[in-house]
């Protein structure tokens, strides 16, 4: 959003010191355009929908009565999340506006004086920006060269910061690694708080920790349906011991989830089969591309199980390589870092075989 810096729309400063000063001090979430560019910078699904599914939604949503507030439990998706997603009896599930709004959710409810918030880097920057957000301590600790936790720094880090939450995301983004499931299981068992884990690429990854919910009571997985093709309808839920998702659940707005999200997402989960398809297309194309790019000089491609790859440039700027990809009318993702652990990587998601083919002439190009 471009500030207006008219002189009729100008705000003395006197106005802004109502603003807190944190948030003055946030750089505002950038979004890249990319009208006529291929688009692989944001792990979108690159698929619609075959034209008979398209029809049949467009029948389905006509008849939402949008007239009405939203059912405010979503009982009826929430139903079939529990059922595709393999929810254990027993557990409770919650939704949020995507993921993101669980999350915001999460810091809300654990916000109070004096108490952190605690997470990975390189990782998701939400998790940073909605600390921010909600004024709740952040600790940021730093992985190992190869993008895995750092269990020695781990362990003394929560005894002393004693974190109130602790966000995993499982595979991690931007490295689109696992990391080590015992690292994980030793983090719950030490961790004094809740441990989200992030399962918003599990269609990629195919393994998770929703089958350990119940012996494990401080343990929440969250999952979205963003990567598996629906980033667009923004619908997250957040998966764990009733008697802590019913302490989120009094901070959730009550209708966050949309009459017309509630029922393209029932449609789309009755519909499963399709974007299951999909991801499949998706994971074998990451292969392919995986390969290719181990093929050229002057790059480090780190292995993904998500749907998009980490790589450094080695003997050139990456911002020069970024631009060339660009002009060649591909977006990808600038992880704009001159030094540290991203230092010099790009970030591409896999796209269709002919949007990555697009990428990798691109990319061969931009290293000449
Ligand atoms: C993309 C992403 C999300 C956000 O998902 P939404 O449901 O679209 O808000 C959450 N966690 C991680 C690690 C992500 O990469």
Not at 312 to 321: F, G, H, I
Request: glycine content about 4%.
């Amino acid at each position: 959003m471009a500030a207006n810096q008219s002189v009729e729309n100008a705000v003395s400063e006197n106005l802004l010191r109502w603003i807190r000063p944190e948030i003055k001090q946030l750089a505002a979430y950038h979004v890249a355009d990319a009208s006529g560019l291929i688009k692989l910078d944001a792990m979108e699904n690159p698929y619609s929908l075959p034209p008979d599914l398209q029809q049949a939604l467009q029948q389905r949503l006509a008849s939402a009565a949008l007239n009405r507030y939203p059912d405010p439990a979503a009982t009826k998706l929430t139903d079939r999340l529990k059922q595709t997603m393999q929810v254990p009896d027993g557990q409770a599930v919650m939704l949020g506006n995507g993921s993101d709004e669980l999350i915001q959710m999460l810091a809300m409810a654990v916000a109070q004086k004096g108490a952190c918030l605690m997470s990975f880097e390189p990782g998701f920057v939400m998790y940073r920006m909605i600390a921010e957000f909600t004024g709740i301590d952040y600790v940021g600790l730093p992985l190992t060269d190869d993008f895995q936790l750092d269990m020695a720094a781990t362990r003394k880090a929560i005894d002393k910061h004693q974190p109130a939450i602790i966000f995993i995301a499982y595979p991690n983004n931007p490295s689109a690694n696992l990391f080590e499931h015992n690292a994980i299981k030793e983090i719950l068992a030490i961790a004094p708080g809740l441990v989200v884990v992030d399962e918003a690429y599990h269609p990629f990854a195919q393994t998770s920790f929703m089958s350990s919910l119940p012996g494990h009571e401080n343990l929440l997985v969250m999952r979205t349906v963003s990567k598996l093709g629906l980033a667009g309808l923004r619908l997250g839920l957040l998966c764990g011991r009733p008697a802590i998702i019913n302490e989120i659940d009094k901070v959730r707005l009550p209708y966050n989830i949309n009459v017309l999200t509630q029922t393209a997402a029932v449609f789309m989960l009755e519909n499963m089969a399709v974007l299951e398809q999909q991801a499949a297309l998706i994971r074998e194309q990451r292969s392919v591309v995986f390969e290719d790019m181990k093929k050229f000089k002057g790059l480090a491609v780190f292995p993904s199980q998500a749907n998009f790859i980490l790589f450094r440039v080695l003997e050139k700027s990456a911002d020069a390589v970024f631009e060339s990809i660009k002009n060649d009318g591909v977006l990808i993702k600038n992880m704009r870092a001159d030094t540290g652990p991203l230092k010099n990587c790009l970030r591409v998601t896999i796209g269709t075989p002919e949007e990555n083919r697009a990428f990798l002439a691109a990319l061969e190009k931009a290293l000449l």
